[in-house]
């Protein structure tokens, strides 16, 4: 029996799921990276709206701006231009040409998960949603880049315009946040399927059932073919959902009919 096989009778027929024990250990493996990637979906595409969502705002808000444009490390405006603050579903932003807020204060005006963006009268600045993951990564979840170091020279309202309305992810971006979100995805499924395994293989010993550990392993692999499926359904629709526990427990009940048509050893004569 092969791994197509096995797929669909995890799908239906989960007592023919024990011949997995007989699948070479790479496939199993393989197998895995499977299933990840269907949990891996869900994730990816959530990060995509979000990359979309932000574009979108970036475009709303640069309808908003003045004209200005920064030349010899400083910003130049119309005297007529006013800073102001406007705030969509990811962006915080902050157009203050006249000094009288700093890079805290942008900070202070973030909520939730939204990112803080700021062109203050000497800096262009940048405070994230306060994450551990930012912090560790980034060292530092605020940045600053001031107009003297000539970064911005040549930035002005125009291009800034044009480049939000010209701009498109492109595949190669998309294919580094696939990866990156599938490699603590497998990583978790992994630390997931061996509490399982745990699980599986102390209730084959205890109905004295000949499997190994590794026979536990492979079977239960397969029998997580139908959680991971729904668990990636249910996380399309609820972001937060947290999945392992519905992983690790339907698995383990699939594995106790899996295993049903399994011989039992003769118990010892006492």
């Known amino acids: 029996m092969n791994s197509f096989k096995l797929f669909k009778h995890s799908l239906y027929q989960f007592t023919d799921l024990n011949q997995a024990k007989k699948m070479p250990f790479w496939k199993v493996i393989f197998y895995v990276f499977f299933l990840s990637i269907i949990l891996a979906l869900p994730i990816t595409k959530q990060i995509f709206s979000i990359m979309q969502d932000i574009k979108n705002d970036g475009q709303e808000i640069a309808k908003k701006l003045p004209d200005f444009d920064i030349k ?75 107009y003297a170091n000539s970064t911005l020279d040549g930035l002005s309202s125009k ?59 492979k079977i239960t692999t397969y029998c997580a073919t139908l959680p991971v499926i729904i668990s990636s359904l249910l996380h399309f629709f609820n972001r937060s959902f947290d999945d392992s526990f519905l992983i690790v427990i339907t698995s383990l009940l699939i594995f106790f009919f899996a295993i049903r048509k399994e011989e039992r050893q003769t118990p010892p004569l006492v």
């Open 159 to 217: 291009n800034l315009k044009q480049a939000l309305d010209e701009a498109s992810v492109p595949f190669w971006i998309k294919l580094i946040v696939f990866v990156f979100t599938l490699y603590p995805t497998f990583i978790n499924l992994v630390i997931n399927l061996l509490f399982i395994t745990i699980g599986a293989n102390l209730y084959s010993k205890i109905r004295l059932y000949n499997l190994r550990f590794l026979d536990c392993l």
């Open 72 to 146: 010899d490390g400083t910003l130049h405006t119309a005297k007529s231009a006013e800073g102001f603050i406007y705030q969509t579903n990811s962006i915080i932003f902050t157009f203050d040409p006249d000094g009288k807020r700093s890079l805290s204060d942008v900070t202070a005006d973030s909520i939730g998960n939204a990112v803080g963006l700021g062109f203050l009268q000497d800096e262009f600045v940048v405070s994230l949603p306060n994450s551990g993951t930012a912090d560790s990564l980034l060292g530092s979840n605020q940045f600053e880049v001031p």
